[in-house]
């Protein structure tokens, strides 16, 4: 059973930023993902990152705010999260996608085979 952990979460005033981690096992590649979901809403896709070659894709929501990275030696992905809004707040996930690679590493909810089990991130106004 493969298991990932975020770290990170926490509450801030808006205009903050916050720094969410990651643990993933997988050593092949893969497509990594953060996901969002607000209390009666879907679970929305915001940014994934293709670890062979570090291709990136952002929602609209979080372009220019949001950054997807990698650490490969820790086993580690990160979100850094700036200039945060009230409406970014609600239980962030990360996830990982072992099929689809390259142009289809897109956070596409039904795409991803493994997940995290949240961190809540708070923004207040």
């Known amino acids: 059973q493969v298991q990932l952990a975020e770290s990170g979460g926490g509450s801030v005033q808006a205009g903050g930023s916050l720094k969410l981690s990651c643990q993933s096992p997988?050593?092949?590649?893969?497509?990594l993902g953060w996901f969002r979901q607000a209390p009666g809403n879907e679970r929305e896709g915001l940014a994934t990152l293709y670890t062979l070659g570090g291709a990136r894709f952002y929602a609209d929501s979080v372009k220019g705010r949001f950054t997807i990275t990698q650490d490969t030696i820790q086993g580690t992905f990160y979100l850094e999260m700036n200039n945060l809004q009230p409406e970014d707040s609600g239980m962030y996930y990360c996830a990982a996608d072992v099929t689809h690679f390259g142009f289809d590493c897109r956070p596409h909810r039904q795409n991803f085979d493994y997940w995290g089990q949240g961190t809540q991130v708070t923004v207040s106004s």
């Open positions: 997988i050593k092949d590649r893969a497509c």
